[in-house]
């Protein structure tokens, strides 16, 4: 088992796989086998740094609704999956963190697919601390069509 973070983990993995061709499917499908739930949704990660994330979800099947357009909670995953990245992928090896709520608004119909970003500050971490993260999901069109803000409680490990 590793000492290091799940986000110095992600960000070290991303390093290696994101250069070579098809390093960033390779990398979006382990994402997937470590968070079993949110790989379901087949998202894929366009880049990683920290405070930094995009995240793309092509609309297929297995993420609609009865409506024809993404589901609330797939957009509501995808949502806490790329502030997770932004934040995580910036702290210190030997801290962690868990979200601790999710505040989501969905301005239009969610169709075709989406890109996910997630641009935070990372904070100097000295105690726990909760950090509130903010992401937008845009349409082909640019189109906001749901915004979210995460609160992830970040501190050492325990």
Known sequence: ???RSIGAQMLSAWGTLSPLPGGKWMFSRLMGFKIPYTGSMGAS???LEAGHSRVLLKDRRRVRNHLRSVHAIALANVAELSTGLAVLSGM???YNGILVGLNIEYHKKARGDLM???RCKVPEFVERTE???QTS???KDGDVVTT???R???GPRK
């Open 131 to 133: 950090i509130p993260v």
């Open 45 to 47: 990660v366009e880049h």
């Open 137 to 139: 999901i845009k349409d």
């Open 92 to 94: 210190p090896s030997s």
């Open 152 to 154: 992830w409680l970040i």
């Open 116 to 118: 996910i970003e997630c």
């Open 1 to 3: 088992m590793s000492t």
């Open 148 to 150: 979210a803000t995460a």
